[in-house]
């Protein structure tokens, strides 16, 4: 069965700084892969997808993401944080490109921002 | 043009009573999926709809779950006899297509459910 892994719970970065969030996931067929962003008191908002084609993946607000099959990985990036990116964010693998498929989200990483 | 709405945006209730929680997709979405968020955790899968029918429910956690949908947008997710462990986030969402690979979830702000 298909999952996703987030291993950090949380991090702290300062403000300028560079931001990698980490993913794994685990699935037979080719991955269809997400991050979502949760701000606070606010909805999940997709920041980017990877379906095919180029592994580095472009999304809004800066982020970017890397599928690496060898690795199983798809790390979400940003090279420079801003204290508006304090959020939960998670990590989501769809189960199949069929009618019936769904996302398999992970446990997610609150990424906390240091003045 | 408005989102995904829920209501109510909060609910408190006492264990064992039942409680019905509301979902307002985008008009013209045609998929409709229901997720638990517990503290600390992320989001579960409950079920999905495409339009009226529910091809995946594999996700509700005991037969006191059950949702339905209406018309092809408004859902309603029942919970019987609340339980303190259902005590969470339920997000809905709404996307285009049949299938979640190929469109965007649009999300709700959610409805906080505590069971005391």
């Known amino acids: 069965a298909q999952s996703v892994t987030q291993p950090d719970i949380h991090i702290t970065v300062s403000e300028g700084a560079s931001l990698e969030l980490r993913c794994n996931y685990s699935?037979?067929?080719?991955?269809?892969l997400f991050w979502y962003v949760q701000s606070p008191g606010q909805g999940l908002q997709l920041l980017l997808k990877y379906f095919s084609g180029d592994t580095l993946v472009q999304g809004i607000k800066g982020f970017e993401a890397e599928f690496k099959r060898s690795q199983s990985s798809f790390n979400l990036r940003k090279p420079s944080v801003h204290w508006s990116d304090a959020a939960e964010y998670f990590c989501a693998v769809a189960s199949g490109y069929s009618s019936a498929s769904k996302i398999i989200f992970g446990s997610g990483t609150r990424l906390s921002i240091r003045p | 043009g408005a989102g995904v709405s829920q209501s109510p945006s909060n609910k408190v209730t006492e264990k064992g009573k039942d409680v019905e929680l509301r979902c307002d997709p985008i008009?013209?979405?045609?998929?409709l999926y229901w997720y638990r968020q517990s503290l600390g955790q992320g989001l579960e899968f409950l079920i999905y709809f495409q339009g009226n029918s529910a091809p995946d429910k594999s996700g509700l956690p005991s037969d006191r779950f059950s949702a339905e949908r209406t018309g092809g947008s408004v859902s309603t997710l029942t919970i019987q006899r609340t339980q303190q462990e259902d005590s969470a986030v339920y997000l809905c969402?709404?996307?285009?297509?049949?299938?979640?690979?190929?469109?965007?979830?649009?999300f709700g702000p959610g409805t906080r459910l505590l069971v005391l």
């Open positions: 699935y037979g067929a080719t991955p269809y």
């Open positions: 008009s013209g979405h045609t998929a």
């Open positions: 969402a709404s996307s285009l297509a049949k299938s979640a690979a190929q469109e965007t979830q649009y």
